[in-house]
């Protein structure tokens, strides 16, 4: 026997207050009307995508089932209830028609926000990137794939993938690599706060260390953060980005020397001269200049210098570049590096650099909400939903701030059931 309710469904409050949550949430830019279906609003749709977020729901078809079968939670979303929700294909159009100009102009009015009620203070920020891979058969090593891994060969599934590299290491001084087909999530975030200031998408075989630059640039231009130190790990040791970080903005960078940057000297100075690794003076050739950077180069003393010819038939130290290349060349750098700048090995370096684990945490959250299992494809997609994530992470922040929750606002995953609740 069917027994009604006395109380229909979507006239019931959700438990949560989302309404709480959304009212913090800036509006999409307004479009003109387009003829085709019934429009939907953009501001649902987009408040659906962070309600799904915050949910945990991996899939869009998953959010269409919520919506379906908790009408209460529509209304603050913006929906009707008593009319069927979008579709998980409606919600898969938003991110692919939508530039993703749309939300990263809501992220910024967030991050402006925060700024202004004294969350963010952007005195120390951190860099770093994470690999987002393709939902594509490409990336599941248990499908049988000719070339799983030529760069040449684009995957079907996702045409603007592109493959990329990840390091970890498992133990102490034993390297993993893993190669993937997706895209790169790039962040500067508050090191006090823990919170993200920009955030790029890129595809997965963009170097990393160029958009780091780009995206310090852009902070720098744009943003009125009174900056005094930036911290990343040993893969930005990089001249460019040091020379900004020390020359442009002014800042200390803690940024550790990387290994692969320093190279073995294979030759010996005495009194001002150079002899190579058989202990002979070497001829002095001229200069060098390269990026900006000028050197003294010293060539192979049996193959260039008179005081040597017809002594020698090989080289007395076996130099593997005596036959090939006629002999080795040495550089000797004449432009101070920039380098020299950078406090290594001090008290307050190890300290500054030891934050930088924050960036860690930050992409724990924002992978807490599935913004590494995108289930959308295509290069705009995927960058409007790693967009999203950080909308929502910011959007949460924001919101525990402002209802007296300042010791909330990375609570993420825990803060709308346990905290935001009628």
């Known amino acids: 026997m069917r027994q009604h309710c006395l109380i229909a469904p979507e ?25 085709g279906r019934p429009p939907v609003s953009r501001d649902a749709l987009l408040k659906g995508l962070v309600y799904r977020n915050l949910r945990g729901l991996d899939k869009l078809v998953e959010l269409e089932f919520e919506l379906l079968n908790n009408p209460s939670i529509a209304e603050p979303l913006g929906l009707d209830p008593l009319k069927r929700p979008p579709s998980d294909e409606r919600f898969s159009e938003f991110l692919r028609s939508n530039p993703n100009g749309y939300f990263q102009s809501i992220r910024e009015s967030l991050v402006q926000e925060l700024i202004n009620e004294g969350v963010i203070s952007g005195s120390g920020i951190a860099l770093d990137s994470c690999a ?35 390091i970890h290491f498992p133990s102490p001084f034993k390297k993993k690599i893993h190669y993937f087909w997706g895209y790169r999530n790039h962040i500067i975030n508050d090191l006090e706060s823990e919170l ?43 001249e460019e980005i040091l020379h900004y970080i020390i020359e442009e ?17 294979h030759y010996t100075v005495r009194r001002d001269e150079i002899y190579c690794q058989a202990d002979l003076l070497m001829n002095r050739k001229g200069k060098m200049t390269v990026k900006g950077i000028t050197y003294l180069q010293y060539r192979c003393p049996l193959h260039w210098s008179k005081d040597f010819l017809g002594q020698y038939l090989l080289c007395p130290a076996g130099h593997p570049k005596f036959l090939h290349q006629r002999g080795c060349n040495v550089l000797i750098r004449v432009t101070p590096s920039i380098r020299e700048k950078v406090k290594y090995g001090t008290h307050r370096f190890k300290e ?24 959308v494809k295509g290069f705009r997609a995927i960058r409007n939903h790693c967009t999203i994530a950080h909308i929502t992470v910011l959007l949460v922040a924001l919101t525990a701030y402002r209802i007296g929750c300042e010791d909330k606002i990375r609570f993420v995953k825990s803060f709308v059931p346990n905290f935001l609740t009628g």
């Not at 902070?219 to 040791?237: C, K, M, R």
């Not at 500054?352 to 289930?375: A, C, D, G, H, W």
């Open 249 to 265: 903005m002014k800042a200390e960078a803690m940024i550790p020397r990387n290994p692969r940057n320093t190279q073995a000297t």
């Open 196 to 238: 993200p200031i920009a955030e790029m998408t890129s595809q997965a075989n963009k170097d990393e260390k160029k958009v780091a630059l780009s995206m310090l640039k852009n902070l720098h231009q744009d943003s009125p953060l009174p900056i005094e130190v930036v911290a990343a790990d040993a893969n930005f040791d990089v």
């Open 352 to 375: 500054v650099y030891n934050t930088r684990t924050s960036v860690e945490r930050v992409f724990s959250r924002l992978l807490s909400i599935s913004m590494q299992k995108p289930t």
């Open 11 to 35: 006239s019931i409050p959700p438990r949560a207050r989302y309404e709480k949550l959304f009212e913090n949430l800036p509006k999409l830019p307004s479009e003109r009307t387009r003829c």
């Open 132 to 166: 987002i891979e393709a939902s594509i058969k490409e990336n599941n090593l248990k499908t049988s794939i000719k070339d799983r891994y030529e760069k040449h060969h684009l995957p079907s599934g996702d045409k603007d993938a592109r493959l990329g590299v990840t």
